[in-house]
RNA sequence: GGGCCUGUAGCCUAGCCUGGAUAGGGUGUUGGACUUCUAAUCCAAAGACCGUGGGUUCAAAUCCCACCAGGUCCGCCA
């Protein structure tokens, strides 16, 4: 609804402009005030007509303001300085709000395009940890904000099946008997092997050979025996993976095995294709120096045998074909491999990926490496985040059953990890510091406290939609911000779905709970004499709340 | 050395694409509000030469150039 006010804005400025026999070319941008007192959604566009016209600012507003003619669901338009501001006419705004928000708000008409959004593809060789946190959640949460913006989106995980760090694995198992040990959770067991395994590498780097050689032999694929033991490595660490996906609330569409395209020969047709533009000396390579890329592609070891580039490139002729748009989520440190890739598809007459790119999270004291061992996993922060919310549970003493506690707290525990990637613009580098990665306080549980409030309050009053409700009284200020907040969210998803980017929602979502909890503090709801309205302003929230919580994969507890 | 990213109060962060009014939040600090729909809330105060220097502009956190600091990539790894 927010769009629309703008849309009615600029139409009347052009139509008064019309009047006016000016003509522009740029596009109308409103913004909005500093201050509520000076209205709501103002425009500066007598700053860019001053030079044309050669008059003052302050002249141009004021007679653009006398030509202009009032838009529905406004009641004042003035100028302050060369601003010109305009003040929505809350009763009737709100009265059209309350009664169109309802649980599919903020949904956008159905897009012809499918996506293939392809997120996490983790290394299967031990746990998920922080670091590949961001890429799962920034995925998940893309792909529920896309869907919401009538894409159809499918999730794919892309197992990395063939590359050295399953083989140093099987290599491990079988020449140290190293076990996976059945008292942990399995892809904590398998990450314990890969990194007791690199220790032996490390002492002897000779073995080397040993797990080229295995890795030789598995692209082979003659080999059945050592073939199941690269699959029950990976089989076993992916349910581990899936587990704490689950717990994340992310569910993949489609698991995509690496070997799949090797074994099933479109790796050697995407070769065909590239051949013209390839070179072979002792490896086969694609040059780039051309395309300003300095760095030449390789798709062949001289041994014959493929790489992960060569593999991804036949992924991404599959994503080509399967779908309208690729999107991969990507850590900053592929730039320069993903625009190789992006140079050999289109060479290759296939479609280059949209990527998003986000930067690390290290700790402290530097890098994460499932190789050194060295990691925080997503399991041991859901953990942490859950217990936190549970201790913070109990102080408050709320007469719930153990489960409900239990239940409560995994629910804010998770919504609190997911927030706090959602928070910050995947550009910027984390440093991960628990006690900042679990201060819930103002972020994700006071969203999902507002939200609770609301379904309290609708429940004690019986709150049962009422019909063609009417606002008919001047709404206190509270009530005009939290209407206006309410009526952004569908331009929010839109921005956010459109430029692929989630965290516009998580800083909208903050501001709309806050909204709403200044309302809450400070209007009676139930016992007022406009009651029927402020419940079903409550409810318009709740709604709203939910629904955004739900585009980042949060859950919307009703009590808490 | 070259490419890319980041630099905003003690700490974390939004705004930068598309330049405009007093740089928005949070945390921490100080003070205040539960006989009133849940205080994971709300109110108030203090705290910012927007990394530095130049330029463009009536107007720069925002655009351009240079520099400084941190990260990252430049594997027949993935």
Request: aromatic share 10%.
């Amino acid at each position: 609804m927010y769009s629309k006010l703008k849309k009615e804005i600029t139409e009347s400025i052009e139509e008064a402009l019309t009047k006016m026999r000016i003509k522009i070319d740029e596009e109308i941008v409103l913004e909005e005030p500093p201050n509520p007192e000076m209205g709501d959604i103002s425009s500066n566009i007598a700053f860019s007509l001053a030079g044309k016209l050669k008059k003052s600012p302050v002249e141009i507003a004021e007679e653009i303001k006398n030509h202009i003619k009032l838009p529905l669901y406004f009641e004042k338009v003035e100028t302050k300085g060369p601003y010109i501001n305009f003040f929505i006419n809350y009763t009737l705004f709100s009265t059209k709000m309350v009664n169109y928000i309802d649980k599919r708000y903020g949904e956008l008409p159905e897009q012809d395009e499918t996506i293939l959004l392809e997120h996490t593809s983790a290394n299967p060789n031990g746990p998920l940890h922080v670091g590949h946190l961001r890429n799962a959640i920034l995925g998940d949460s893309l792909k529920r904000v896309l869907q919401h913006a009538g894409y159809k989106v499918e999730s794919q995980y892309y197992v990395n099946d063939m590359g050295r760090q399953i083989a140093i694995i099987v290599w491990g198992r079988k020449k140290f008997g190293f076990e996976f040990d059945d008292h942990k959770k399995i892809d904590h067991a398998v990450g314990e092997v890969y990194f007791k395994c690199n220790q032996e590498l490390e002492k002897n780097p000779e073995y080397n050979k040993e797990i080229d050689e295995i890795l030789h032999k598995y692209e082979d694929g003659d080999d059945q025996k050592l073939i199941d033991s690269f699959e029950l490595v990976v089989e076993n660490c992916l349910d581990g993976i899936k587990q704490t996906l689950k717990d994340l609330n992310i569910r993949m569409n489609l698991y995509k095995w690496e070997s799949t395209f090797l074994r099933n020969g479109s790796v050697d047709k995407v070769l065909e294709k590239l051949q013209p533009f390839t070179i072979k000396r002792d490896v086969l390579y694609l040059p780039l120096e051309k395309y300003d890329v300095d760095k030449e592609l390789v798709l062949r070891r001289s041994n014959g045998t493929s790489l992960y580039a060569t593999r991804d490139l036949a992924y991404h002729q599959y994503k080509t074909k399967n779908s309208d748009i690729s999107l991969d989520i990507l850590g900053a440190d592929h730039k320069l491999a993903a625009k190789q890739l992006s140079l050999a598809l289109e060479l290759s007459g296939n479609r280059a990926p949209e990527v998003v790119f986000y930067e690390f999270i290290n700790l402290p004291e530097g890098s994460m490496s499932t190789r050194r061992g060295v990691f925080i996993s997503v399991d041991e922060f859901i953990e942490q985040a859950t217990q936190h919310a549970k201790d913070e549970l109990l102080e408050r003493d709320m007469d719930l059953t153990d489960s409900e506690i239990e239940n409560i707290a995994q629910i804010i525990g998770v919504g609190s990890v997911r927030f706090y990637i959602n928070q910050i613009s995947p550009e910027k580098p984390i440093t991960f510091k628990w006690e900042e990665a679990l201060n819930f306080e103002r972020g994700c549980a006071s969203i999902q406290y507002a939200h609770a409030r609301a379904c309290k309050l609708l429940s004690k009053s019986d709150f049962d939609e009422y019909d063609d409700v009417k606002c008919d009284y001047e709404l206190e200020n509270e009530e005009k911000v939290l209407i206006k907040e309410l009526s952004r969210f569908t331009e929010i998803i839109r921005q956010a779905a459109k430029e692929r980017r989630v965290h516009h929602l998580t800083e909208y979502t903050l501001t709309l709970s806050k909204a709403f909890n200044k309302f809450y503090k400070s209007q009676q709801v139930i016992g007022s004499e406009h009651e029927q309205f402020r419940l079903t302003l409550v409810d318009a929230s709740r709604i709203t709340l939910k629904n955004s919580l739900k585009l980042l994969g949060i859950k919307a507890p009703e009590f808490m």
